[in-house]
């Protein structure tokens, strides 16, 4: 419940800017009708507290209008674990305030395996490799040893992205295959060169390809429809109009070719036609030419 406030003390000053107390404590009240927490001024101060703890922000209040507000707010909308907690414990809040609407709400579930993602974080952060017992779609269930480079979550997956030992190589391992996942004694540096935004900085998805596989300078055109849907979702960090008219809007990004790229290109169907570079443009007319063939 603490932690609960403290988010949405966060969400409010970042949506209204700056409020007084009895301003925020108005808003609560209305926000408050399922709670029977009052707001008191020093009950106010407690969640500030931790609220800045949490998300290591300053809150602080201009004394000549006595409003709160955040320091710095662009640092919470810069930050993706930020923007994470604050998006999901405000669909939380409304949602668990909002059970009798069950039927009427929607949801996509994970497909499961949260409950390794305290060992693998408690591993992160302490340095240490993790042992796993894993099982693939294709084997019977394995153990390996993993130094845990980091975790992603990408199609209502969560993801393990790290060094093997025993297969001496970087792997990917969906944490809903995992059977256990407990820390080892074992230890190992975190390098530069494996951080995400380095490691996947060309990258879309979730599969990284070979240390040989070089990113390239893709053109995408989509119809304009489609085009303005992309441009408030883009594919990648890199994604930058080049031509945009009424019938059409090409994008370019510098993007690794892997198998999550192709399929997400070939979801677009008629929408989308690939410019360049070559080698993806084949890769999408044999998928193509091969689905063609299913349906003769």
Same mark, same amino acid.
């Given at each position: 419940m603490k932690n609960r406030i403290c988010i949405w003390l966060v969400n409010l000053l970042l949506r209204?800017?700056?409020?007084?107390?009895?301003?925020?404590?108005?808003?609560?009240?209305?926000?408050?009708?399922?709670? /029977?927490? %009052?707001?008191?001024?020093?009950? *106010?101060?407690?969640?500030k507290r931790k609220a800045e703890e949490m998300f290591d922000i300053n809150i602080n209040c201009n004394r000549s209008t006595n409003e709160y507000y955040i320091e710095y707010p662009e640092e919470i909308n810069n930050s993706p674990i930020n923007q994470w907690l604050i998006q999901a414990a405000s669909s939380t809040d409304v949602i668990s305030r909002r059970k009798r609407l069950a039927d009427r709400i929607i949801l996509e579930t994970t497909f499961g395996g949260e409950e390794h993602l305290d060992a693998i974080t408690d591993?992160?952060?302490?340095?240490?490799?993790?042992?796993?017992?894993?099982?693939?779609?294709?084997?019977?269930a394995q153990s390996f040893i993993v130094e845990p480079y980091f975790i992603k979550f990408f199609r209502q997956r969560w993801y393990l992205i790290g060094h093997c030992h025993e297969r001496n190589a970087l792997r990917v391992y969906s944490l809903d295959?995992?059977? /256990?996942? %407990?820390?080892?004694?074992?230890? *190992?540096?975190?390098?530069?060169?494996?951080y995400p935004q380095v490691l996947y900085n060309d990258n879309f998805g979730i599969i990284h390809g070979e240390e040989n596989t070089k990113a390239h300078d893709i053109l995408l055109k989509f119809t304009t429809k489609q085009g303005q849907y992309i441009q408030t979702r883009p594919l990648h960090h890199t994604q930058e109009v080049i031509s945009h008219d009424e019938n059409f809007i090409i994008f370019k990004m510098h993007i690794k070719i892997t198998l999550d790229l192709v399929q997400e290109l070939l979801s677009y169907g008629s929408s989308l036609q690939v410019l360049s570079p070559d080698c993806l443009i084949k890769e999408i007319r044999k998928t193509i030419d091969e689905m063609n063939e299913l349906y003769k």
């Open positions: 209204r800017k700056r409020m007084t107390l009895n301003e925020i404590q108005e808003e609560w009240r209305a926000h408050n009708a399922d709670y /029977s927490i %009052t707001l008191h001024r020093n009950t *106010f101060m407690s969640y591993a992160m952060s302490r340095s240490k490799c993790i042992n796993i017992t894993y099982h693939s779609y294709w084997m019977d295959r995992m059977d /256990s996942a %407990t820390i080892s004694d074992k230890s *190992f540096t975190m390098k530069e060169k494996n």
